[in-house]
């Protein structure tokens, strides 16, 4: 009995052995993508005697329809479906793939026999990239120091995956994503908020399939701006102050006010404004010294002729 089984497993493997080697079979190119041309290519090497005139022909099955799509290595559709013949080849390009190409067997026949499959979609070789510009997706703001970015994918295939990078650190776990099955499809809604916005950089990056998306790249500078601001507020401050006692030095030198202490309140008051507030924006560090030195003899002369 148990020799009878052996004999019979032997039999059958080599049975199973000698339909491979004159096997027919198709297979796609991966990665297949919605909205462009997809090749299904069928290796006819064991049927094509003559392999300058291969021949095969392309059905489908939709809907329990059997449709003839090629014959003899020519496309009856082609707007649709156009047939290319290499060595020991035969593929079907189906033009612009869609959603309805999907799901439905494909057989490939050339010198009476053939092979049929369902294009079942799967995550690893089909992909929908999303039709809108990656940057229109993505909405960011800044709240107080709360920096909120999220991006909005209402159609894609596979589930998309993404990152977020902030000055080198990985939050990718802090991303919150909420992925739902839309049709065939997916869409998919990915938002990252970040506390304490610091200076830096902030990236996000999604994978769909093989194809790598830069969702979004900014650049914080909080503390150049702050700085910024406030050297602008005080060399504002710093020329009305000047101005105010230039012309009031003017006035009392027009009016002939000649009070004693005028001159050199003007002189001192000049100085120590020029000195203490605009040296570091005129950068006159290493003079600084000297040029107290210069003035204030200056005013000791005008105290001594007054
Ligand atoms: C086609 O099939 C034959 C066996 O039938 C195999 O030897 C050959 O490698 C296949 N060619 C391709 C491109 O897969
Ligand atoms: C491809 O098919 C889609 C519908 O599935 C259609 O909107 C689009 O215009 C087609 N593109 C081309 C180039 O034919
Ligand atoms: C594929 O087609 C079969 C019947 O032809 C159907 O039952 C199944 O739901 C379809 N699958 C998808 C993903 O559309
Ligand atoms: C994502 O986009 C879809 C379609 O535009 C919209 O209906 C949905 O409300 C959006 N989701 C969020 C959270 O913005
Ligand atoms: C800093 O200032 C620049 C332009 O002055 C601006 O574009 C940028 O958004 C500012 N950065 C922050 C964090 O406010």
Known sequence: M?????VLT???????????QTKIEWNAVTPMVFGTDVRL?????????????????????????SINVAANS?????????VLVGENRCSLVIKNFSQTDVNISYTCTSNFKSYTKVLEINEDEFELQPMEDITTLAHDELDGSTYRLCVNFTKVYPKPKCFVQYNGKDLTYDIQHQTFKS??????YQTIAINNVKDGNIRMTCMIGKSKYVVKEK??????????????????????????????CVITHIMNITWIHTRGFCA??????????LSPFVSVQPERGKQTENKIPLLAENTHTA
């Open 219 to 248: 650049e914080f500078m909080f503390k150049d701006n702050s700085t910024m601001s406030k050297k602008v507020k005080m060399m504002a401050m710093v020329i009305v102050i000047l101005s105010f006692i230039v012309i009031l």
């Open 10 to 20: 032997v039999v059958i493997t080599g049975g199973i052995n000698a339909v491979d």
């Open 74 to 82: 020519h496309s009856r559709d082609i707007s649709k479906y156009e």
């Open 41 to 65: 290519v069928c290796n006819i090497s064991c049927c094509s005697r003559n392999q300058g005139t291969a021949q095969a022909s392309w059905d489908i099955l939709r809907d329990k329809i």
């Open 183 to 188: 049709g065939m499809f997916y869409s998919s």
């Open 2 to 6: 148990e020799c009878g089984l052996i």
């Open 268 to 277: 001192i008051s000049l100085i120590y404004i020029i000195d203490v507030y």
